[in-house]
């Protein structure tokens, strides 16, 4: 697999941006995918996740009412809407594919392939 994202930019606080990420390969619809980010300074935190079908679904508490992560197997893209941004949102956001069945969705250890990151700035 091949991860490369794209989407992010400059929003002003209370906008939305919605991140794209492409797997070139050609098994995208066999994994779980998910979305982490990295602000700076500070270590990087699990955003969201998606089972291979689509149908499971996990947030992380702080953007969960915000942020809906989507995914198109025909496509092999996956998707972040993100609406309502705050300032604290502003990182470096990264898509992965979850390396097996097992594992938590939560757990950056248990993704295998990452793209190298698109970032969002959120400003006042």
């Known amino acids: 697999a091949q991860l490369q994202e794209s989407g992010g930019g400059v929003v002003q606080a209370g906008g939305s941006l919605r991140l794209s990420c492409v797997d070139s390969g050609r098994t995208f619809s066999n994994y779980g995918m998910g979305w982490f980010r990295q602000a700076p300074g500070k270590e990087r935190e699990f955003v969201a996740a998606i089972s291979w079908s689509g149908n499971a679904k996990y947030y992380a508490d702080v953007v969960k009412g915000r942020f809906t992560i989507s995914r198109s197997n025909g496509r092999s893209t996956l998707y972040l809407q993100m609406n309502g941004l705050k300032l604290e949102d502003t990182a470096i956001y990264y898509c992965?594919?979850?390396?097996?069945?097992?594992?938590?969705?939560?757990?950056?250890?248990?993704?295998?392939?990452w793209g190298q990151g698109t970032q969002v700035t959120v400003s006042s």
């Open positions: 992965a594919r979850k390396a097996s069945f097992d594992g938590l969705y939560e757990r950056d250890q248990d993704y295998d392939y």
